[in-house]
C-alpha cells in the first residue's frame, strides 16, 4: 500500500472513532432515557391513580361508616354495608398494582460506563421510607378489613346491634388512620417522581457532555494525525530535494551544461517512484562534451544505461550503442577508465567473461575483504591482493576502507606503483551499504578523475545493480566510463 493510500485510510479511521463513540454514547443514552420515560409512566403515574382511587374510596366507606352508626333505618344500615362491602373488594383488587422503586425498571441505578451528576433526592431514603409505609398500610388494611367482616357479620343480626354500632366506630378510627397512611405514601410518590423527571434530565445532560467531548477528542485527533502527516511531507520533500540537488551539482561539475538531460531524466524517475506527475520540461538540445577517450552524446540519442537484451556488451551512461574502435578480439581495452561490471550472485555472461580475463591475465590488483569470493578467487594466481579493512590481518596489504577519501589515495597510490595494472574493486555495493551513497559517489568521482591521469592503468569496479534502487544505480553508472552486465 503506497504512501497516499496509506493517508486516506488513516484519515478515514479519524473520522470512524469520533462517530463510533458518538453513537455507543447515543444507545446508552436512548436505552436509559427510555428506563426514566418507563419509571414515569409505569411507575409514578400508575402509582398516584391506584393511591387517589384508593383514598377515594376509604373516604366513601367512613361515609357509608358514619350513615350506619347514625341512621336507625335498618334498611339504609343495610345499604350502608353492603356500599362498604364492594368498595373494601375493589381496594383489594388493585392494591397488588401499586410498583415499589426497587420494582421499577433499572430502579434508578445509572449504567456502570456514564458518570451522573450527584441527585439532590436521596433516592436510598426515599426506597426505604416507601417500604416502612407500604408496610404499614398493608398491616392496617388487613386489620380494617378483618374488622369489616366482622361488621357485616354483627349487621346481619339485629340481636348484636350494639356491638355491631362499638365494631363501626372502631373502623371509623382505622379508616382515618389509614387515610393518613396513604397521604404519607401519596408525599413519597411525588418526591419519587420529582427525582424521576430530575435524572431524565441529567441523562440527557450527560449525552450533551459526552457527545462534546467525543466531537473535541476527534478534532484534537484529526489536528494531531494532519501535523504529523504535514511534516512526514514536508520532510520527505525535503530529503528528496536536498538528493536532487546534491546529483544535480555533482553531475554539472563532472559534465558542466550537458547535465540538463540526466537531471531531468533522474526528476522524472524519482516524480514516477512518489506517485506525482512531473512538469512539462523544455526539450533539451544535443551537446558534445570531449572527455578523456572519446565523444560524449547527451541528449535526444543517448544511449540507455545498460542494455538488457544484449548481455556482454559494454556501454557507458553515455556511450552511443556503437562498438567501441579499440575493442579486440581478446577483449575491451580498459587503459585509463573506470568502469562498472555487474557481479551479483548470478552475473551475466559479459561479466563473467570480463573476470575470467581479467583474472587470467597479470597485472591484476584486487581490493576485497578478507573471505569474500573474490578473495578465495584470486588465492593461487598471478594476483596482489589487498584487503579492505582496518589494521594488520596478515600477509596481505591492508587498505584502510572507513574512509573514502583514504581509499581513493590507496587506490591513486597502486596505480602509480603499478602503471599498466587494473585495480579490481570489490565491491561498490558493500561500500554503499557501510559508508553511504553519498561517499560512494565522491568515490568514484575522485577515482574517475585519478585513473584519467593514469594512461595505462584501469580501474573496474562491481556493484549488485539488483540491490539498489534504479536512480542508485544510474547515479552510480553515471561516474564510469563503461558499464558491463
Known sequence: MDFKNRLILFFILIAVIPIAALSVVFTITVIEFKEQISNVYSGFVSNMAILQKNKGDLLAMRADLVQYTSSQDAGQKASAITHMQGLKSSIAGIAGDYKMIKDLPGGFEPPGVIIQPVSSFNVAKLASDETVVANRITQQWKDYSTKADDLAILASDPNFASQASATAGQLIVLNDRLVESYDALVELNTQIGEASREQSQQVMQVAFFYGGLASAISAACATAAAILVSKRVVL??????????????????????????????????????????????????????????????????????????????????????????????????????????????????????????????????????????????????????????????????????????????????????????????????????????????????????????????????????????????????????????
Open 236 to 485: 520527505g520533500d525535503l530529503v528528496r530535494m536536498s538528493k536532487l540537488d546534491l546529483i544535480e551539482t555533482t553531475l554539472r561539475d563532472l559534465i558542466g551544461g550537458g547535465a540538463d538531460a540526466l537531471v531531468g531524466m533522474i526528476k522524472s524517475q524519482m516524480s514516477e517512484e512518489a506517485g506525482t506527475p512531473m512538469p512539462a520540461q523544455r526539450e533539451v538540445q544535443t551537446a558534445f562534451v570531449q572527455s578523456a577517450s572519446e565523444d560524449v552524446i547527451i541528449g535526444k540519442s543517448r544511449a540507455k544505461p545498460y542494455d538488457e537484451a544484449k548481455p556482454g556488451r559494454p556501454s557507458g551512461a553515455f556511450v552511443d550503442e556503437q562498438v567501441p574502435q579499440n575493442e579486440s578480439p581478446a577483449g575491451p581495452d580498459y587503459a585509463g577508465k573506470l568502469v562498472m561490471l555487474n557481479a551479483g550472485s548470478k552475473p551475466g555472461a559479459g561479466a563473467t567473461a570480463v573476470l575470467d580475463r581479467l583474472f587470467s591475465g597479470k597485472n591484476l590488483v584486487v581490493l576485497t575483504r578478507k573471505g569474500s569470493n573474490i578473495y578465495h578467487r584470486a588465492q593461487g594466481k598471478a594476483v596482489i591482493v589487498c584487503v579492505l579493512g582496518q589494521g594488520a590481518l596478515g600477509k596481505e596489504r591492508v587498505i584502510p576502507s572507513a574512509n573514502e577519501g583514504e581509499l581513493a589515495q590507496a587506490i591513486e597510490a597502486i596505480m602509480k606503483e603499478n602503471p599498466s595494472a587494473t585495480v579490481l574493486v570489490d565491491s561498490a555495493t558493500e561500500l554503499v551499504y557501510t559508508l553511504g551513497f553519498e561517499r560512494v559517489f565522491a568515490l568514484l568521482r575522485s577515482l574517475s578523475e585519478a585513473v584519467s591521469s593514469h594512461g595505462e592503468a584501469s580501474v573496474v569496479v562491481l556493484v549488485n545493480k539488483k540491490a539498489h534502487e534504479s536512480r542508485i544505480i544510474e547515479a552510480i553508472i553515471s561516474m564510469a566510463n563503461e558499464f558491463v552486465d
